[in-house]
Each structure stands twice: as structure tokens, then as C-alpha cells.
């Protein structure tokens, strides 16, 4: 059995601004179709990524700001997290999980996968930049 992921639906108040902020991201616009006042999609993916996010008009009834916890994987956290802070995004400091739970800085042996940092879409959507320094991100 093959399965991909290929969508994750936000759930967002105001398209228009949650597109801008997406493009200011970093992320590429697939698609951006209107069927009248009551229907519009958008769909944009993150670079390098075969999964893309999707809101819009008519597409959710789930609260906006409520999806949390979604990855982008980078093989460099320090490039990424400056770029988008550059950028105009209010990223976090970067910080990992010890024995004590959530600490500041990046992990002590910058093991892949133990590196974070945070931000949030214009709703509050959650985003976490977790890094993965070993090999090409899938």
C-alpha cells in the first residue's frame, strides 16, 4: 500500500491575509480558485515539500487558530529561522526538550529532530521548524 500525504486543510478568517502571510513564509501558491461568494480555495506548499496547506471560503468548519503541531523539517534551523525572521515572521528562539521538558537553545548534541522553533499564522495556526541536520529531508 502507498500513501501520500498531500493536503492539510487550516482552518483561517481572512483568506486574503492568511495567503500573504504564507507567501511572506516562504511557501509557493498552487492554486487560488473562486466559485462565487461562497467558495474560494487556496492551496500553497511549503518549498521542497511534496504536502501543501489549503484554506479558503466554504472549505471548513473548524475553529480558526485550532490546528496545531504541524512540522516543517530543515536541515539547517539557524539559516531557516533567520530568514524568516528577515522576512517579517515572529519566529521563536530555538529550544529542545531535556529531562526537565521544554528548554532554551538547541539541543545539546544537535541530534536530527531535536532542534525547535516556533510560529504562528495570522489565526494562530501552530507551526514547529524542527531540524534535521543528518541527511536530506525527505
Not at 544537535?110 to 495570522?122: C, E, K, N
Amino acid at each position: 500500500m502507498d500513501m501520500k500525504l498531500e493536503v492539510v486543510v487550516l482552518p483561517v478568517t481572512d483568506v486574503d491575509k492568511a495567503k500573504g502571510f504564507y507567501e511572506t513564509v516562504g511557501f509557493t501558491l498552487d492554486v487560488d480558485h473562486r466559485a462565487g461568494d461562497a467558495f474560494r480555495v487556496v492551496q500553497l506548499t511549503p518549498p521542497g515539500s511534496a504536502c501543501s496547506v489549503t484554506f479558503g471560503t466554504g472549505i471548513s468548519t473548524t475553529e480558526p487558530g485550532s490546528i496545531q503541531g504541524l512540522h516543517l523539517v530543515v536541515t539547517d534551523i539557524d539559516a531557516t529561522r533567520a530568514e524568516l525572521v528577515e522576512r517579517g515572521i515572529d519566529v521563536s528562539e530555538l529550544f529542545h526538550f531535556g529531562a526537565e521538558g521544554q528548554a532554551s537553545g538547541p539541543d545539546p548534541d544537535r541530534r536530527d529532530y531535536g532542534t525547535y522553533a516556533s510560529f504562528s499564522d495570522p489565526d494562530g495556526n501552530g507551526w514547529l521548524i524542527q531540524e534535521r541536520r543528518g541527511a536530506a529531508v525527505r
